[in-house]
Every structure is written in C-alpha cells, then in structure tokens.
C-alpha cells in the first residue's frame, strides 16, 4: 500500500473535500493524480468522490487514528455512496457543489477549513455566531469553488492562499464586511438550529423518526422529502413540515399527504416515489391511532 508521510489529520467536523484539498497541498496534487494512486475514479463533486470506505484506505495509507473520519464516513461518505440521498447536498444552479461557510468560523481558524454541515442544504446558520452564512464571496459576488485543486499548484487554477479565499478574485472571506451580516431573529434562528440538526442527526444515524408515529423512516425516504415538498426551507409559512409533522392532527397528517402527491416540481419517477411515501406515511399514522 503506498505510504502517506505526512499525511494531514482533519480537523473537528472537517468535510472532505476540505480535506482532499489540504492532502493535495502538502502533496502538491490535483485531485486527478491523488485519486488516482487509490483507483479512485473523480467526479466533479470533491465531496462526493470518496465513499465512506475510500475515507478509510485513504486515511490508513497515512496511518491516521481512523476514529477521525467517523463523521465523515457517515454523512458525506454516505452521501457518496447513495444516489438517493445526493439531494441533501448544496449545488449552485449548475449544479456545481458549492459551500455554505461562516466567515466568523474561518477567521478563528488557525487554517481555515470548510465544515461538512456547511456542505448540506438544510444546515442555514452558524450556530456558534448566530448568522446566516452567506455562499457568496462578498467582494466578487462569486460562489466559493472547489471543483479543482486549488491549494495545489497542480489544480489548473491560480494558487490560493487558503480554503477561506474566493479562487475568482482572491478575497479573504475573512474580511467580509461585518454590514453585511444577516442576524436571523431568535425564534427563526432557533428553529433553524432545530431543522438543521434533525437532518444531519437522521443521516448519521441513517433514519428518522416523525413524531407521533413509532415507524423509522430511511434517510432516503427524507431525502425525497426534502426535494419534493421544500423541507429545506423551514421558515415560509407553508413549509414548515417538520413542524407539521409533529402534531397529533389528523389534518396535518392529511396535509403532508396531499402536498407530497400534488407537487408541481416532481418528475414522473419522482413522483411515484413521493406516492409511496406519502401511502407509508399514511399506514404509520393510521396504524398508531385509528
Ligand atoms: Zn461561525
Ligand atoms: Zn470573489
């Protein structure tokens, strides 16, 4: 097996393309020529190129404690490994994969790295700074891309200095601009803190739970969920199914129902699927309390 010397350990929480981008520059790889040494076909999201097993060979060709890469493993790595699930990560609308990120978070980084909740739709604020973190450089108005190696020299694109740099014009997210900072109130901001925990709670855990009903539901079925009636937008009024969900009201119950097989969005298979559920959904609940 090919022996990492020097190997960088993640950081707490790290993602793993933050990871894959700190690995190629100690190494000064592209993500082609790292991924290649393992057998690891890339694709275009860095995130979505290891599954959890892949963390793993990675991780003992630089002898690390693999204890490390438990969170990865069992959200992005997980991730990875299902398509079904591969809607609950952020993608720009060209479906690039693009980042969340808490300026704050970085500038009290020693090295600044991305978070792998940063990387998941549903996860909107930072919970130890109490704002809404922006996906855009403030300076260029630009995504945050790690598409390629960009710590590398070996990525194709200009060098950046660091994960917290926008690789268009090289601003330090650092230095965004306190102005701009948008503070949700605290009523939304703790039901965003809610929502977002209970999504990366049912992936690491890989099901969840709707109260009142008893029956697991898989992390895919959430998946679809989250696509098909907008779970991920908690805070407009008719959205807020997790809310919904946990009434004991038959009417709610209905309402989640109904929102799951009319809606507009879905493609025919998608569709079926939402059917599906939405029947499993109604069985569950008719099986607690009729
Ligand atoms: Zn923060
Ligand atoms: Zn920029």
């Not at 991730?79 to 993608?91: C, M, N, T």
């Not at 097989?261 to 025919?268: A, H, I, M, P």
Request: hydrophobic letters at 40%.
């Amino acid at each position: 097996m090919t022996y990492l010397a020097g190997l960088p350990t993640p950081f707490l929480h790290e993602s793993t393309c933050s990871w894959i981008q700190r690995v190629c520059q100690v190494y000064d790889l592209s993500y082609g020529q790292l991924h290649a040494a393992f057998g690891i076909d890339v694709r275009s999201d860095p995130d979505l190129n290891l599954s959890a097993s892949d963390i793993m060979r990675v991780a003992r060709a630089g002898r690390l404690d693999l204890s490390v890469f438990s969170l990865m493993r069992v959200t992005l790595g997980r991730v990875a490994e299902r398509k079904a699930i591969r809607s609950l990560v952020l993608r720009d609308e060209l479906r690039y994969p693009v980042y969340r990120f808490c300026p704050l978070c970085f500038s009290e980084d020693g090295i600044p790295y991305l978070r792998l909740e940063w990387r998941f739709k549903a996860w909107e604020v930072c919970e130890a700074h109490g704002i809404d973190m922006p996906t855009k450089c403030w300076s260029c108005g630009r995504y945050l891309h790690h598409s390629r190696s960009i710590l590398s020299g070996r990525g194709g694109y200009t060098l950046v200095p660091s994960l917290a740099h926008c690789i268009v014009c090289r601003g330090d997210q650092r230095n965004f601009p306190a102005s701009a900072f948008s503070y949700p109130k605290a009523e939304v901001f703790q039901r965003k803190v809610r929502f977002q925990r209970a999504v990366l709670s049912a992936l690491v855990h890989d099901y969840m739970r709707v109260e009142p009903l008893s029956h697991r539901f898989s992390v895919s079925e959430m998946a679809t969920l989250v696509g098909l009636i907008g779970l991920d937008a908690p805070d407009a009024s008719d959205k807020q199914l997790l809310e919904k969900m946990g009434r004991r009201d038959r009417l709610h119950v209905m309402w989640i129902i109904e929102k799951a097989l009319t809606c507009k969005k879905s493609s025919t298979v998608r569709k079926a699927k939402s059917k599906e559920l939405a029947r499993k959904y109604f069985e569950a609940w008719r099986e607690k309390f009729d």
